[in-house]
């Protein structure tokens, strides 16, 4: 199965909630007043859009209605689609995408709550990159989470990449420091640096990942730099309130968004990139070690929307991701 397959079938969930309530909204032959965009607006906020998401789109929607002079809801339910499209590339296009330059060592801090899928993301990242010809290498710096060292110990072990680690309870920074020195010394292409999700004590998160961020800054100052926050997508709405709080904390440059294959709310898509002006660089649709790739947003676009099998596979090269 293609991965373009994989991500429209991942939707499914999300895709039957939406559609299901886009239907009743948008019925045939319905009298599009204040009544309509009332409802739309509440049903879009029920989506896990967001808030502030929502109210956007229905203003943006109400301009087109009067701009084309749109008389009935099957072509204002395609204008809103088209609208969504557009909030999905919004104002970070040029962003999409990690960004890994080449003849340089490029950094990955991946940062989030336990729980969100972020060690098994890495490892998926990995595998990803280490299958397109790049050398990387990880650094097991969560050491607070014995077991976040072993688990990132054993993808290692199954793409074929090194992991620098130390001992549970070690200081990060040293492995950082560590896994810098050997990042530079090996010639690596990609070093992925895994850290501790404890948001619950963020004072101590903030001072950690300061820490870590000066040892990057002073250890690889030629370094292209990355920092990645990995949202499980099946907490919905909180998922946009993890990423303001992480961003008090560390100048975030892209979410990786999980678990979509599993959850009815990947609508928080739209409301991530468009409140929080965060580009969405890679998502996961699927337990498998191939179920992790770059985020292209007119093809989520186009899996959110689609009904039935009325996606030609052959327009989504897979190459693409």
């Known amino acids: 199965m293609g991965f373009f397959s994989k991500l429209k079938q991942g939707l499914t969930k999300t895709r039957d909630e939406f559609n299901s309530k886009m239907s009743s909204v948008f019925s045939f032959g319905r009298k599009i007043?204040?009544?309509?965009?009332?409802?739309?607006?509440?049903?879009?906020?029920?989506?896990d859009v967001g808030f502030e998401t929502a109210i956007d789109l229905v203003e943006s929607l109400r301009a087109r209605e009067k701009a084309e002079k749109i008389k009935d809801t099957e072509t204002l339910?395609?204008?809103?689609?088209?609208?969504?499209?557009?909030?999905?590339?919004g104002d970070v296009a040029e962003n999409q995408g990690i960004n890994i330059k080449d003849n340089c060592l490029n950094i990955i801090l991946v940062v989030g709550v336990n729980g969100a899928g972020k060690t098994t993301t890495i490892g998926k990242m990995a595998n990803y990159y280490n299958s397109?010809?790049?050398?990387?290498?990880?650094?097991?710096?969560?050491?607070?989470?014995?077991?976040?060292?072993?688990?990132?110990?054993v993808w290692g072990e199954r793409v074929g990449v090194d992991v620098i680690r130390q001992n549970s309870g070690s200081d990060p920074g040293?492995?950082?420091?560590?896994?810098?020195?050997?990042?530079?010394?090996?010639?690596t292409d990609i070093l992925i640096v895994d850290t501790a999700g404890r948001l619950q004590n963020k004072a101590n998160l903030m001072e950690e990942l300061k820490k870590i961020n000066k040892i990057i800054d002073r250890e690889a100052p030629d370094a292209n730099v990355e920092i990645l926050l990995v949202l499980d997508s099946g907490t919905g709405q909180n998922?946009?309130?993890?990423?303001?709080?992480?961003?008090?904390?560390?100048?975030?440059?892209?979410?990786?968004?999980?678990?979509l294959d599993?959850?009815?709310?990947?609508?928080?898509?739209?409301?991530?990139?468009?409140?929080?002006?965060?580009?969405?660089?890679?998502?996961?649709?699927?337990?498998?070690?191939?179920?992790?790739?770059?985020?292209?947003?007119?093809?989520?676009?186009?899996?959110?929307?689609?009904?039935?099998?009325?996606?030609?596979e052959d327009e989504h090269e897979d190459d693409e991701y």
Do not use: W
Not at 82 to 89: G, P, Q, S, V, Y
Not at 141 to 152: G, H, K, N, V
Not at 174 to 186: E, G, H, I, M, N
């Open 33 to 47: 007043d204040e009544g309509f965009y009332e409802e739309l607006e509440e049903t879009l906020i029920q989506s």
């Open 77 to 89: 339910q395609q204008a809103l689609e088209d609208e969504i499209a557009k909030m999905l590339t």
């Open 132 to 153: 397109r010809k790049k050398k990387v290498l990880l650094a097991a710096a969560d050491t607070f989470r014995a077991a976040a060292i072993e688990q990132l110990t």
């Open 174 to 187: 040293a492995v950082v420091f560590d896994a810098c020195q050997a990042a530079v010394s090996r010639k």
């Open 239 to 259: 998922a946009i309130s993890q990423a303001k709080l992480f961003g008090e904390v560390v100048p975030l440059t892209g979410i990786i968004l999980t678990k």
């Open 262 to 312: 599993g959850t009815a709310k990947g609508g928080v898509v739209i409301g991530l990139t468009h409140e929080l002006n965060l580009p969405v660089k890679m998502i996961g649709v699927g337990e498998g070690i191939n179920d992790l790739r770059e985020f292209v947003p007119a093809d989520f676009a186009c899996a959110l929307f689609a009904k039935g099998n009325d996606v030609d």
